[in-house]
């Protein structure tokens, strides 16, 4: 996925074992994630099914599963989530596969018995705690010494789409062009999956995106402009 992981967990004396098992299971899922969806080594059966070497039916369900999403996020998102916008790439279910492979490992986690789950994938982050809730920040993106706003969350997500990181990497479906108008997205939900693919729907869209994050249901959204100013969409934050 071109990013760390790491998890950070929580757990009883005596659930010890149990947990280390369940770090075992999620690093391991992580990893068959990664091999079977990375556009970065040749041999993917992502890759393999984009080249038309593998039908539909050949594919692993995993991979039958995120074509199904990623076919109801274009639907969802008019549009704007949209996995073959790169001219330059070949189609990359990224921003809704690493999403979901976080929220994955952090599920495994939390059935191996854990009271605190924190799972961090390049700064998207799944997080649980059976008592008390995570703070996360949400980075200014013009200084990467500054946290510009704080998020708690007992059980749930957050996902941050912008192009400090990686450069012009997220393009606006209506003009092939990279996206502009927005620094930062960072959308806080149930879901970490969806979460991460509607921050970069609404990075794509650029000025029309915080419009379009109004309408989302049991999503909330911390929004920062290419002018620094910042917009809270359904959230409580602190500064």
Sequence with gaps: ?????????????????????????????????DDRFTTYRDGSEWLRYCAGELSDQELHPDTRYVLDRVRDLVRATNGAFDIAVDPGR??????????????????????????????NGGGDVAAWRLHGTWRVGIQ?????????????????????????????????????????????????????????AFATAAFALGADGPSWLRTLDGYGAYVINDDGTGEVIGLRTAA
């Design 140 to 196: 200014d993106p013009f200084d990467r010494s500054r946290v510009r706003a704080v998020v708690e969350v007992d059980c749930g997500a957050v996902a941050t789409s912008g192009t400090y990181e990686r450069g012009g990497h997220i393009f606006d479906p209506r003009t092939r062009e990279s996206a502009t108008g927005l620094a930062s997205v960072t959308v806080v939900g149930p879901d970490l999956g969806m979460a991460d």
């Design 90 to 119: 070949p189609p990359d279910p990224a921003a809704y596969v690493k999403g979901w492979a976080v929220q994955g490992a952090a599920d495994i986690l939390v059935a191996g018995g854990a009271s605190a789950v924190c799972v």
């Design 1 to 33: 996925m071109g990013t760390a992981v790491s998890l950070l967990v929580d757990a009883s004396p005596n659930g010890i074992a149990r947990i280390n098992d369940a770090m075992d299971e999620a690093v391991v899922w992580l990893h068959e994630v």
